[in-house]
Nanobody, 128 residues
């Protein structure tokens, strides 16, 4: 059974940092595409950053490039998202998700509709 458990959200001031972690069980990272998504009320869920482990390709949304870094810890089987220089517009519920097709085309990585497994969300609030 695939399980994803996201953690690390919280309240942070603009310019601050947070590190989200997604603990995964029941999957082997090498066979999957795994990523982080976020959603605010009234808006569609959007892709933030995703990894295609088959070749190490990484997607970042333009709005987070240069500020967010996705990484994985194979020993701990976690997918982390380091978020720096946070802005109020980063406020959202953040989710981790996985798809069992490790060879998905890059153009699909940011599409939440193609992901099979989802963790519960973790709230990130950026406010002074």
């Amino acid at each position: 059974e695939v399980q994803l458990q996201a953690s690390g959200g919280g309240l942070v001031q603009p310019g601050g940092s947070l590190r989200l972690s997604c603990a995964a069980s029941g999957i082997a990272f090498d066979d999957y595409v795994i990523g982080w998504f976020r959603q605010v009320p009234g808006k569609e869920r959007e892709g933030v950053s995703c990894i295609r482990y088959s070749d190490g390709s990484i997607y970042y949304a333009d709005s987070v490039k240069g500020r967010f870094t996705i990484s994985n810890d194979i020993d701990r089987n976690t997918l982390d998202l380091q978020m720096n220089s946070l802005k109020p517009e980063d406020t959202a519920v953040y989710y981790c998700a996985a798809n069992a097709d490790g060879d998905l085309p890059l153009r699909l990585l940011s599409d939440p509709n193609i992901y099979d497994f989802w963790g519960q969300g973790t709230q990130v609030t950026v406010s002074s």
